[in-house]
C-alpha cells in the first residue's frame, strides 16, 4: 500500500499509525518538511520497520530543502519515481 | 496501465492541482493512460473559465484545457460539487439566468457515475487534495 | 439501479476527521452512496478523529448547518453495510458502542490493514 | 467597539463562512459596529453570484448579501485575489469577454487599501480561515 | 492575547508553544475535538498556568460533544461569550 | 504613496507555515506591503515551521510555481525593515542565519511574546 502524504502534521501522524511492513510512504508538498532533521524528536526520526520512506525531490527544490539536512532513511523520487510507486503498489491511498 | 485522478482542492489556494498536472505530465510519458480527471469538492473551481492570474504566473485552468487538447484526457467536472460551487451547466444558466459559458473549453460537467466508472476501469485511483 | 457492470472491486471509503462543519463529509459519503449504486464492495471505514462522527445527538442545526445522521442512518437503505470503526480509536477517544448513532462493527487496526491491503482503491478526504 | 472581519476560505468546504456569520450577528446584536467584512485568498469565492446550494441547505451567498441590506455591513472583495478565482470587476469582465454580471448583490471589489483602512479604523480584526 | 484556533493539529499546538500568563485560548469549530478527554495524554490534557481555554458551545453540540467528557479546565462560550472574549482581549490571534 | 493618515498602529504579519506551494504566502506578503504603504508600523514574524521559508536556493519554479524570494529581497524597498525569526525555532530546524536569504533579526520567543502582546492586531494566514 501506497501513502501519498501532503502534510506533516495530523496527515502524516495518522499515516504513521496505520503502516505496516511492505508499505511505502511518499512525502509530497508541504510534507517534505518532515524529511528535515530537526533538533526535537520528530515524527520520522527513526526508520519504521520494513516500511520504505520517499520525499518527493521537485517539492523539496522548490522550498530550498538540503538532502545531507535530512534523516539519512529518507529516499527522493522525481515525478516519473512518483508514477513508478503508484505503478508498484495498490492500493493507493491519499493523506491530507 | 489506466490510471484516473480525483481533484479535491481549489487551485492556487492549494498545490493540488500543480501536483496532479506534474503526476499526469510524468504518467503520459512513461506510456499509462489517464482514464479521466473528476473535479469534487473544490476542485471545481479548477474548471472556471474567467480565472485570469497575473501573467507571469502559470495558468491552471488554461493548463487543464490544454490537457484535453494534446492528449485527449477526460475533464470531467462534478455537477452538485459544481452548483454550489457557482459553476452552472449552460441549460441551469440559461434557465436561472446565469452565465451560460462559465465552464472553460474541455471540460465537461456530469455526475458521480463517472467517478465510479473510472474507479471500476482504472488500475489505480489517485486522489489530490487540500 | 438497473446497470450492467461487469467488475466489482473493492473500495474502503476510509474517514479519519470531523465530518461536520463543512459540506465535504456529506459529498463524501454521496461518493460511498454511488459505489453501492454501482453494485461494487463499499467498506466505510471510521479510524482516529472520524469515530466521533459516529456519537449521538449532533446538532449542527444549531450553527445553520446541516445534519449528516440521516444519511448515516440511510447506508443499509443504500445497501451499505459494511460500517466498520477501528478499536483502538474508540478507546483514545474513549467512546463504547451505545454512544454512536448507528450498528457499527468494531476491527483491530490489524485485522483492518489486511483487509485494506487487498482492496481495489481507497478513498480519502 | 468596531470590528471589522476578514474571510480567507471558500464556502461549504470550510465553516469559516458560517463561523464568522455566527460571530458577526452576535457582535451586531451587542451593539458593536462591523466596520467591514473584506474577502480574501479563497475567501472571494463567497461572493459568486451564481452558487446556487440544494433548497435544503443554507445559501450562504444570499445570507451575505443579506447582511449588507439588513444592517449596511460594508462587504469588500479584494480585486487581485478574485481575479485569479474567476469573479471579475464588471468593466475588465466587458472588456475581455467575461461574466458582467459574477458579484452578488450587497459586494464590491477593491484593492487591499480598504482592508488596511478597516484595520486601522477598527478597533479588533478578526480574521477567518480554513 | 486571544488565541483564536480552529483545528487540533497544528495549529493548535503551534498555539501551546507560544502562549503565556494571561492569554485566552478559544477552541473553535473542529478544535474543539480537543476538548475531549483521551485516553492517551492530548495537548490540552493539563491546565496551563495563567491560561484560560474557552470552546465555543454551538460547535461542541453541533458534534456532539458532551461536557462530561472534556476536561475539567476548560470553559465553554456561545456566540455572544465569544464577542465578550473579542471585546476584552487584544490583539487577537487566529490559528488556522 | 502620498497619503493622509493619522493613525500608526503595530501590526504584526506573522509566517509560522510553508509560503510554497500555493499562492496564500505571496498574497499574505501582499498584505504585509500595503501596510508598510499606509505608514503602519510592520513586524514580519517567521516562528515554527515558517522559518523555513527564508532558505536560500529554493527553486519553485521547477514545479512550475512563482518564487517568493525577490519578494522577500524587495522588503527594504517597500519600508518593511523588521522582519525577525523566533531564535527556538531556528534552532529547532537546525538554521542558522548564513543559511538564509535575507538578513533578520533572531529574537528568543519570550521577547517576541512581549512585543506581540502590545500590537494593535495580528496577521496569520
Known amino acids: 500500500m501506497l501513502y501519498i502524504v501532503n502534510k506533516k502534521g495530523d496527515a502524516l501522524i495518522n499515516c504513521i499509525d496505520t503502516v505496516s ?35 518527493l525531490m521537485p ?9 545531507a539536512r ?12 512518483f508514477v513508478d510507486l503508484v505503478e508498484h503498489n495498490n492500493p493507493v491511498r491519499s493523506c491530507y | 496501465m489506466k490510471i484516473s485522478i480525483q481533484i479535491n482542492a481549489s487551485p492556487y489556494q492549494y498545490q493540488a492541482a500543480d501536483t496532479a498536472w506534474n503526476f499526469i505530465q510524468a504518467a503520459i510519458d512513461k506510456g499509462h493512460e489517464i482514464y479521466r480527471v473528476f473535479f469534487y469538492h473544490d476542485g471545481v473551481y479548477n474548471a472556471h473559465r474567467d480565472s485570469r492570474p497575473p ?4 495558468d491552471i485552468v488554461k493548463r487543464w484545457s490544454g490537457l484535453q487538447v494534446e492528449h485527449g484526457v477526460d475533464l470531467v467536472v462534478c455537477v452538485s460539487s459544481a452548483q454550489r460551487r457557482s459553476l452552472l451547466e449552460q441549460s441551469v444558466a440559461s434557465k436561472v439566468g446565469g452565465y451560460e459559458n462559465a465552464l472553460a473549453d474541455g471540460f465537461r460537467i456530469a455526475g458521480l457515475g463517472l467517478l465510479m466508472e473510472a474507479v471500476i476501469e482504472s488500475d489505480r485511483h489517485v486522489t489530490f487534495g487540500a | 439501479m ?14 479519519n476527521k470531523s465530518l461536520q462543519g463543512n459540506v465535504c463529509g456529506q459529498e463524501f459519503l454521496d461518493m460511498a452512496l454511488m459505489a453501492a449504486a454501482f453494485d461494487q464492495k463499499v467498506v466505510l471505514l ?3 478523529e472520524g469515530v466521533n462522527a459516529l456519537v449521538k445527538n449532533q446538532c449542527p442545526e444549531g450553527v445553520g448547518l446541516k445534519n449528516i445522521l440521516p444519511i448515516l442512518n440511510a447506508l443499509p437503505i443504500y445497501d451499505i453495510n459494511d460500517v466498520w470503526v477501528e478499536k483502538e480509536s474508540m478507546e483514545v477517544w474513549g467512546l463504547v458502542e451505545e454512544k454512536l ?3 457499527v462493527k468494531s476491527i483491530s487496526r490489524e485485522v483492518i ?9 481507497v478513498f480519502s478526504f
Not at chain 1, 508499505?23 to 508541504?30: K, N, P, S, Y
Open chain 1, 59 to 67: 517539492d523539496m527544490q522548490a522550498r530550498g530543502i538540503d538532502v
Open chain 1, 21 to 55: 511492513v511492505d508499505d511505502v510512504i511518499l512525502l509530497i508538498e508541504d510534507a517534505v518538511y518532515a524529511a528535515l532533521a530537526t533538533s526535537l524528536p520528530s515524527v520520522l526520526s527513526k526508520p519504521i520497520n520494513g516500511v520504505a520512506i520517499y520525499a
Open chain 3, 2 to 15: 438497473l446497470r450492467l457492470v461487469l467488475k466489482v472491486k473493492t473500495l474502503f471509503f476510509i474517514i
Open chain 3, 101 to 103: 448513532e448507528i450498528s
Open chain 3, 46 to 48: 471510521f479510524e482516529g
Open chain 2, 55 to 58: 501573467g507571469d504566473e502559470r
Open chain 3, 113 to 121: 490493514k489486511k483487509q485494506i491491503n487487498a482492496a481495489d482503491h
Open chain 1, 70 to 81: 535530512c534523516y539519512k532513511h529518507i529516499q527522493y523520487v522525481d515525478y516519473a519515481g
